[in-house]
């Protein structure tokens, strides 16, 4: 088994205990083949300078399991959709939204009981920052 440091330079090695620790069942056939490093960039990230991590403060999307402290990955190149989560500008602060856009009218909802849908009366009047794509919930 081998460890790898987020920091792509380094190499650790993995406690002596690891693999005895780590067994929950069945050992992988392809546990020997494999000597890559995680690259969370090429798992999560379609556009890297387009992508931005944002940090939620708050727990209006709590019903989508988006927690207050959790980081999202959010993609400003990304067309926002009916039904997507956004990050939009509301009053001149960020708010993750889940978008909603029925004919004329657009809703940005929150996923909480308590939190009122705003409203937006003209499209001109919403800006969207960016879609979120990934939520990196803290456990």
């Known amino acids: 088994m081998a460890v790898f440091s987020a920091d792509r330079s380094r190499r650790t090695a993995p406690p002596a205990e690891a693999d005895a620790a780590a067994a929950s069942g069945f050992p992988s056939p392809a546990r020997d083949y494999f000597d890559g490093r995680i690259d969370l960039n090429r798992h999560l990230i379609r556009d890297p300078t387009s ?5 939620v403060e708050g727990d209006s999307m709590a019903g989508t399991g988006i927690c207050n402290g959790d980081e999202l990955i959010v993609d400003r190149s990304l067309t926002p959709r009916d039904g997507a989560v956004v990050v939009a500008v509301v009053n001149g602060e960020l708010a993750v939204r889940r978008l909603l856009l029925d004919g004329n009218k657009i ?25 979120v794509t990934r939520c990196l919930h803290h456990v």
């Open 51 to 55: 992508t931005y991590v944002v940090r």
């Open 107 to 131: 809703l940005l909802r929150a996923e909480t009981p308590g939190y009122p849908d705003i409203e937006v009366s003209e499209p001109s009047e919403l800006s969207v920052w960016g879609v």
